[in-house]
C-alpha cells in the first residue's frame, strides 16, 4: 500500500516569494491533515480537512497562508508571501477518520533566505 | 487545548540498557494515545497506539508503553535497546478533536 505522498522534499526560497506543497494521502483515507514542525518540537496541526471541508483551521495564519482540498483527496498548501520564520518542515497526514491513527508523508523542508 | 510533556529531550545510553521515555498530558476526557517514532532520514512511523482495553500495549520492534489513568500517562519502555533505535520518539494525544505532540526525545544509542 502507497503511503502519504508529498512533494517537493525540499525547497528554497527567497522571503516574500510564493511557495506551494502538495500532498496524496492514502487511499480512502478521509481526513487529512497538514502540520508544521519546527527544530526540535514536535508537529502542530495547521489545518485538518473531513473530505473536502476545513473543519480545523484555526491554527493557520490565514493572513499568509492557504489551503485546498478539491475532490476531497489530493491537498495543496500555500504561502504567500513566505517569511523567514517560515523555514520548517511541512508535514502532510491522513487517517480514515479524526480520531484514528494518522499515518505521516516525508514532509516538504522549506528554507526561506 | 491539551499539552503534552515529554522530558530528558535528549537521551544517551548503550546498547542492551533499558529505555523508558516518560510522557505526560493535560486533558481530562477520553483520549487516543500514540508514540511515533522518527528514525534519522526517515518519516513519521507508528511505534504503538492505545484506544482502550489493556492499558499495557505492545508496539514493534519490542516496545511497550503503560498507560495510566490516573497519572495522566503514557510511558514507552523497551527493556533492551539496539543501536538501530536510535532516533526521535514522540508522545503524542488525540482528544478535544486534535492530535496534540510533545517536543519528543532524542535517544541515540551507543554500539
Known amino acids: 500500500e502507497a503511503g502519504v505522498v508529498q512533494s517537493p522534499r525540499y525547497k528554497i526560497i527567497e522571503k516574500k516569494q510564493p511557495v506551494a506543497f502538495w500532498c496524496n494521502p492514502i487511499?480512502?483515507?478521509?481526513?487529512l491533515y497538514w502540520y508544521l514542525q519546527n527544530l526540535g518540537q514536535g508537529p502542530e496541526l495547521l489545518i485538518r480537512?473531513?473530505?473536502?471541508?476545513?473543519?480545523?483551521d484555526s491554527q493557520l495564519p490565514k493572513d499568509r497562508f492557504s489551503a485546498e482540498r478539491l475532490k476531497g483527496v489530493d491537498s495543496t498548501l500555500k504561502i504567500q508571501p513566505a517569511e523567514l520564520g517560515d523555514s520548517a518542515v511541512y508535514l502532510c497526514a491522513s487517517s480514515l477518520g479524526r480520531a484514528e491513527t494518522q499515518y505521516f508523508g516525508p514532509g516538504t523542508r522549506l528554507l526561506v533566505l | 487545548a491539551q499539552s503534552v510533556s515529554q522530558h530528558n529531550h535528549h537521551v544517551i545510553l548503550s546498547e542492551a540498557a533499558s529505555l523508558e521515555l516518560g510522557c505526560n498530558y493535560s486533558y481530562g476526557g477520553t483520549v487516543n494515545l500514540f508514540w511515533y517514532v522518527q528514525y534519522p532520514g526517515q518519516h513519521l512511523q507508528l511505534l504503538l497506539k492505545y484506544f482502550s482495553g489493556d492499558p499495557l500495549v505492545k508496539g514493534i520492534k519490542g516496545f511497550e508503553a503503560e498507560f495510566i489513568k490516573s497519572k495522566f500517562s503514557f510511558n514507552l519502555r523497551k527493556p533492551s535497546v539496539q543501536w538501530s533505535d536510535t532516533a526521535e520518539y514522540f508522545c503524542a494525544v488525540w482528544g478535544n478533536n486534535r492530535l496534540a505532540f510533545g517536543k519528543g526525545n532524542q535517544v541515540v544509542v551507543i554500539p
Open positions: 487511499s480512502g483515507h478521509n481526513t
Open positions: 480537512y473531513e473530505n473536502e471541508e476545513a473543519v480545523d
